[in-house]
C-alpha cells in the first residue's frame, strides 16, 4: 500500500444501534444526528411498513431527573398537537431496557436557519409566508396550554411538500412549559429566576426567569422575523446574556424600513411583536396570523416567485450573524448539539438522500 493509498483510507465508524430492534416495533437503519444528550435516526416502523425519526435519549442520562422530565414532556407536548405546521409525535414510551424514546414523522429539506445562513435576508414575502405557518403551529399549541420557549430558526424546518416549496413545520418542544386553567404547571422543570432558552431569542421576562406566556413566544417569532428581513438581529450587539437583558430593558430596536425595503405595515407588525412589554404585543398568535395576512392581501401581486432568492425589492449587503454559542451546562444545551457528517444538519427529521427501493 503506497502512502497516498493510506493518506486516502477512511476508517468507517459503526453506531451500534444500527440494525437492532427499539420496543419490538423500531428498526434503526441510520443514525441522523447526535449530541450529549442522545440521538435521532432513521428507523422503519415493522408495524406500519413507515420511515420514523426515532429520537432516543442516551442511556447514561436516565438517571438525571430533569432530563428525563424534559424528553417526557417534549413527548407530552407533542402528543396533543395535530397542526400541519407541527412536527407530528406517533409513539412516545420507554423500552424494557429503560430506553427513553419517540417516534416522530420523517421530514426532508433544511432548517430556515441553513437557509438564511446559505442566503442572508430573505424577500420580505417569504418571511411572512413562514411567520404566518409558525403562527398556525402556536395557535393549537397555546390553545393546549403549551408555551414553546425555544423558538428560534434552527426549530423552524422547511421541506417540499405537493406543490409548497417551503412547507414549514415547528420542532422541538423539549423545553416547552405546559399551562393548565391560566396557572403554570406545578411540575415546572425549572426554578424561579432560572433562565432557560437561547438567549439571543429571548422576551425580557423569559430572560429574568418569569412567567412565559403565548405572549413570549410572539416576541421570539418578531426576532426571527427582523433577522430573516435585515441579516441581523434586533438586539444583535450583545454577547452574553447580561448584556442582553440590559438591552432588552434600555434599547429599542431601529424600525425594519431603515434598514431595508418592506411595506411600513410589516415594519409595525414586526416592532409591535418586539414590544418589551408583553401587554402591548399581539394577543395571541391568531390575532398575529390576520395581521400578516393583511400585509401579504394588501401588497398581492399576480405572481409570487417560487424561488426564495428572487424579489423585486433591493437585498440588503449585510453580514449574517452567526448564531449563539449556547449554555455551557448540560441541562441548558440544544438537545442535539453535534452533528453527524454523514447528515446535513441535526434537526429532527431530516435525512440524508432516500435509501434505495426495496
Given at each position: 500500500m503506497t502512502a497516498d493509498d493510506t493518506n486516502r483510507t477512511r476508517v468507517a465508524i459503526r453506531d451500534p444501534l444500527v440494525g437492532t430492534m427499539v420496543a419490538g416495533r423500531y428498526r434503526i437503519e441510520l443514525r441522523i444526528a447526535a449530541g450529549g444528550f442522545g440521538a435521532i435516526y432513521r428507523a422503519l416502523d415493522l408495524e406500519t411498513g413507515t420511515d420514523v425519526a426515532l429520537k432516543l435519549l442516551h442511556p447514561r442520562l436516565t438517571s438525571d431527573r430533569a432530563v428525563v422530565a424534559r424528553f417526557r414532556r417534549e413527548g407530552a407536548a407533542l402528543a396533543q398537537l395535530r397542526d400541519p405546521h407541527t412536527v407530528q409525535a406517533y409513539d412516545v414510551g420507554e423500552t424494557e431496557g429503560g430506553e427513553l424514546y419517540i417516534a416522530m414523522e420523517l421530514l426532508e429539506g433544511e432548517s430556515l436557519h441553513d437557509r438564511f445562513r446559505q442566503l442572508g435576508p430573505l424577500p420580505w414575502r417569504h418571511v411572512v409566508a413562514i411567520a404566518r405557518a409558525v403562527c398556525s403551529s402556536l395557535a393549537e399549541a397555546h390553545a393546549l396550554g403549551i408555551v414553546h420557549r425555544d423558538l428560534k430558526p434552527a426549530n423552524i424546518h422547511l421541506e417540499e411538500r405537493g406543490d409548497?416549496?417551503?412547507?414549514?413545520?415547528?420542532?422541538d418542544f423539549g423545553i416547552a412549559k405546559i399551562i393548565h386553567g391560566g396557572a403554570l404547571d406545578s411540575a415546572d422543570l425549572t426554578t424561579a429566576g432560572q433562565m432557560i432558552g437561547t438567549f439571543d431569542y429571548m422576551a425580557v421576562e423569559q430572560m429574568i426567569g418569569g412567567q412565559?406566556?403565548?405572549?413570549?413566544?410572539?416576541?421570539?417569532?418578531g426576532v426571527v422575523m427582523y433577522e430573516m428581513l435585515t441579516g441581523v438581529r434586533p438586539f444583535g450587539e450583545a454577547q452574553t446574556a447580561t448584556q442582553m437583558l440590559a438591552m432588552l430593558l434600555t434599547a429599542t430596536p431601529e424600525p425594519l424600513v431603515r434598514r431595508v425595503d418592506v411595506p411600513p405595515e410589516l415594519d409595525r407588525v414586526v416592532m409591535r411583536c418586539l414590544d418589551r412589554s408583553a401587554a402591548r404585543r399581539y394577543g395571541s398568535a391568531q390575532e398575529l396570523a390576520v395581521e400578516l395576512d393583511f400585509v401579504l392581501a394588501d401588497h398581492a401581486r399576480p405572481r409570487i416567485p417560487a424561488d426564495p432568492t428572487s424579489d423585486d425589492q433591493t437585498r440588503p449587503t449585510v453580514p449574517v450573524a452567526p448564531a449563539a454559542a449556547g449554555f455551557d451546562s448540560l441541562d441548558e444545551r440544544t438537545w442535539i448539539d453535534?452533528?453527524?457528517?454523514?447528515?446535513?444538519?441535526?434537526?429532527?427529521?431530516?435525512?440524508?438522500?432516500?435509501?434505495?427501493?426495496?
Amino acid at each position: 500500500m503506497t502512502a497516498d493509498d493510506t493518506n486516502r483510507t477512511r476508517v468507517a465508524i459503526r453506531d451500534p444501534l444500527v440494525g437492532t430492534m427499539v420496543a419490538g416495533r423500531y428498526r434503526i437503519e441510520l443514525r441522523i444526528a447526535a449530541g450529549g444528550f442522545g440521538a435521532i435516526y432513521r428507523a422503519l416502523d415493522l408495524e406500519t411498513g413507515t420511515d420514523v425519526a426515532l429520537k432516543l435519549l442516551h442511556p447514561r442520562l436516565t438517571s438525571d431527573r430533569a432530563v428525563v422530565a424534559r424528553f417526557r414532556r417534549e413527548g407530552a407536548a407533542l402528543a396533543q398537537l395535530r397542526d400541519p405546521h407541527t412536527v407530528q409525535a406517533y409513539d412516545v414510551g420507554e423500552t424494557e431496557g429503560g430506553e427513553l424514546y419517540i417516534a416522530m414523522e420523517l421530514l426532508e429539506g433544511e432548517s430556515l436557519h441553513d437557509r438564511f445562513r446559505q442566503l442572508g435576508p430573505l424577500p420580505w414575502r417569504h418571511v411572512v409566508a413562514i411567520a404566518r405557518a409558525v403562527c398556525s403551529s402556536l395557535a393549537e399549541a397555546h390553545a393546549l396550554g403549551i408555551v414553546h420557549r425555544d423558538l428560534k430558526p434552527a426549530n423552524i424546518h422547511l421541506e417540499e411538500r405537493g406543490d409548497e416549496r417551503n412547507f414549514v413545520k415547528v420542532l422541538d418542544f423539549g423545553i416547552a412549559k405546559i399551562i393548565h386553567g391560566g396557572a403554570l404547571d406545578s411540575a415546572d422543570l425549572t426554578t424561579a429566576g432560572q433562565m432557560i432558552g437561547t438567549f439571543d431569542y429571548m422576551a425580557v421576562e423569559q430572560m429574568i426567569g418569569g412567567q412565559c406566556t403565548p405572549q413570549s413566544d410572539l416576541f421570539t417569532l418578531g426576532v426571527v422575523m427582523y433577522e430573516m428581513l435585515t441579516g441581523v438581529r434586533p438586539f444583535g450587539e450583545a454577547q452574553t446574556a447580561t448584556q442582553m437583558l440590559a438591552m432588552l430593558l434600555t434599547a429599542t430596536p431601529e424600525p425594519l424600513v431603515r434598514r431595508v425595503d418592506v411595506p411600513p405595515e410589516l415594519d409595525r407588525v414586526v416592532m409591535r411583536c418586539l414590544d418589551r412589554s408583553a401587554a402591548r404585543r399581539y394577543g395571541s398568535a391568531q390575532e398575529l396570523a390576520v395581521e400578516l395576512d393583511f400585509v401579504l392581501a394588501d401588497h398581492a401581486r399576480p405572481r409570487i416567485p417560487a424561488d426564495p432568492t428572487s424579489d423585486d425589492q433591493t437585498r440588503p449587503t449585510v453580514p449574517v450573524a452567526p448564531a449563539a454559542a449556547g449554555f455551557d451546562s448540560l441541562d441548558e444545551r440544544t438537545w442535539i448539539d453535534e452533528p453527524v457528517l454523514v447528515a446535513k444538519s441535526t434537526l429532527p427529521g431530516i435525512v440524508p438522500p432516500k435509501k434505495p427501493q426495496r
